[in-house]
T-cell receptor
Framework: EAQVTQNPRYLITVTGKKLTVTCSQN?????MSWYRQDPGLGLRQIYY???????DKGDVPEGYKVSRKEKRNFPLILESPSPNQTSLYFC?????????????FGQGTRLTVV | DQQVKQNSPSLSVQEGRISILNCDYT??????FLWYKKYPAEGPTFLIS?????DKNEDGRFTVFLNKSAKHLSLHIVPSQPGDSAVYFC?????????????FGEGTQLTVNP
């Protein structure tokens, strides 16, 4: 089954404790992205990657890191989480080829930083 | 600043009637627009898209209209069904970045009453 898989689905952590949210896709997609969803703000892009070893900042990159060492994986790293990073996070992937290049989203990771 | 705005946080319609969801954008560089549907505890799923060379795109019960001069797009659902109850997000992009670099609106909660 074609899918974008995020882990974990739920995470509660303490301020300052480094964490990684994993994202994997099995569709051989070129681009992958991370978004956060907050009430009243919709989804905002954190980072994106157009291909392996190519990453760029989105609209709200502060406090986050990413890497794209393999085509299928795009982990999101919070080196020192803070309470304002409590949010619902979504990973997405898509193809650059053809006309239909919409992004496919994972099921989300709900992160709480206390 | 919010470059994509959905001014109605919620919309309630009767089953069988038309649902109209609206979206406005400010960035004239956007030329590719998408609608996503989101159920609770799931990731957004792609619904329909339109490029700026068109003013209408139809897919079954879903039609998206684009008015470039007004920087406005709308999603029509006819007939509405209870299973359409979800949060709908409007998103915009540049065609060359397509789904990799999406700017989302705040979302509209649609409730279709039996």
């Amino acid at each position: 089954e074609a899918q974008v898989t995020q882990n974990p689905r739920y995470l509660i952590t303490v301020t300052g404790k480094k964490l990684t949210v994993t994202c994997s896709q099995n569709m051989n997609h070129e681009y992958m992205s991370w978004y956060r969803q907050d009430p009243g703000l919709g989804l905002r892009q954190i980072y994106y990657s157009m291909n392996v070893e190519v990453t760029d900042k989105g609209d709200v990159p502060e406090g986050y890191k990413v890497s794209r060492k393999e085509k299928r994986n795009f982990p999101l790293i919070l080196e020192s989480p803070s309470p304002n990073q409590t949010s619902l996070y979504f990973c997405a992937s898509g193809s650059n080829r053809g006309l239909n290049t919409e992004a496919f989203f994972g099921q989300g990771t709900r992160l709480t930083v206390v | 600043d919010q470059q994509v705005k959905q001014n109605s946080p919620s919309l309630s319609v009767q089953e069988g009637r038309i649902s109209i969801l609206n979206c406005d954008y400010t960035n004239s560089m956007f030329d590719y627009f998408l609608w996503y549907k989101k159920y609770p505890a799931e990731g957004p799923t792609f619904l329909i898209s339109i490029s700026s060379i068109k003013d209408k795109n139809e897919d079954g019960r879903f039609t998206v209209f684009l008015n470039k001069s007004a920087k406005h797009l709308s999603l029509h659902i006819v007939p509405s069904q209870p299973g359409d109850s979800a949060v709908y997000f409007c998103a915009a992009s540049r065609f060359e970045t397509s789904g990799s670099r999406l700017t989302f609106g705040e979302g509209t909660q649609l409730t279709v009453n039996p």
